[in-house]
């Protein structure tokens, strides 16, 4: 089946830096890509859906010049956590549609990020 | 819009027995339905999906659901669980001509106790 993968798993920063999180396609292309955000014990929340060569479509509330997302080829999305703070803290989760019109999507095994 | 609702934040179980974490969504037009698991500290996995045909869709790990489309439902049983078993379960909703955005339920913890 279709592999996405997401670097680093684990990133623990100091308030005040910037952090960028990978997430790729193994073996298949993806045009659209969407980045989730996940606090302890609760659901996934949609934070934006990344688009290869145009720009990303942010859900409301999400502070776009704080979550940058770049989408640069057809494997990989960017998602830039910049000036982190504490409350940046939590596991962030890529997925990516597979091929065709049957929407199965397949997620990244998570990065957890830890702001001191 | 679309929304999804899990009745049951926490279901536990003791192990060999059955379980049914129940899923309920709303939408205005046909859906596509999904049950993912996660495990602490990963990503989603598939487990099932729902797209058209037979309303009994068979997963991974003996876990089965059925649509009832007058219901609204979605529930995911499984007639016997193994403590392996034991994580978030989330059921998760596309609604057809929508951009691929899945709008998840707020999740089922599943405990199987020995």
């Known amino acids: 089946g279709a592999v996405v993968s997401q670097h680093p798993s684990r990133v623990i920063c100091k308030s005040g830096t910037s952090v960028k999180i990978e997430c790729r396609s193994l073996?298949?292309?993806?045009?659209?890509m969407f980045w989730y955000r996940q606090f302890p014990k609760q659901s996934l929340m949609l934070m934006a859906t990344?688009?290869?060569?145009?720009?990303?479509?942010?859900e409301q509330g999400v502070e776009k010049d704080k979550f940058l997302i770049n989408h640069a080829s057809l494997t990989l999305s960017t998602l830039t956590v910049t000036s982190a703070h504490p409350e940046d803290s939590s596991f962030y989760i890529c997925?990516?549609?597979?091929?065709?019109?049957?929407?199965?999507?397949?997620f990244g095994p998570g990065t957890r990020l830890l702001v001191l | 819009a679309q929304s999804v609702t899990q009745l049951d934040s926490q279901v536990p179980v003791f192990e060999e027995a059955p379980v049914e974490l129940r899923c309920n969504y709303s939408?205005?037009?046909?859906?596509?339905l999904f049950w993912y698991v996660q495990y602490p500290n990963q990503g989603l996995q598939l487990l099932l999906k729902?797209?058209?045909?037979?309303?009994l869709v068979k997963g991974i790990n003996g876990f089965e659901a059925e649509f009832n489309k007058s219901q609204t439902s979605f529930h995911l049983r499984k007639p016997s669980v193994h403590i392996s078993d034991t994580a978030e379960y989330f059921c998760?909703?596309?609604?057809?001509?929508?951009?691929?955005?899945?709008?998840f339920g707020s999740g089922t913890q599943l405990t199987v106790l020995p």
């Open positions: 998760a909703v596309i609604s057809s001509g929508s951009a691929r955005q899945l709008t």
């Open positions: 997925s990516a549609p597979g091929q065709g019109l049957r929407e199965t999507q397949y």
């Open positions: 990344s688009n290869e060569g145009s720009k990303a479509t942010y």
């Open positions: 939408s205005s037009v046909s859906v596509y």
């Open positions: 729902y797209l058209s045909g037979s309303t």
């Open positions: 073996d298949f292309q993806a045009t659209t």
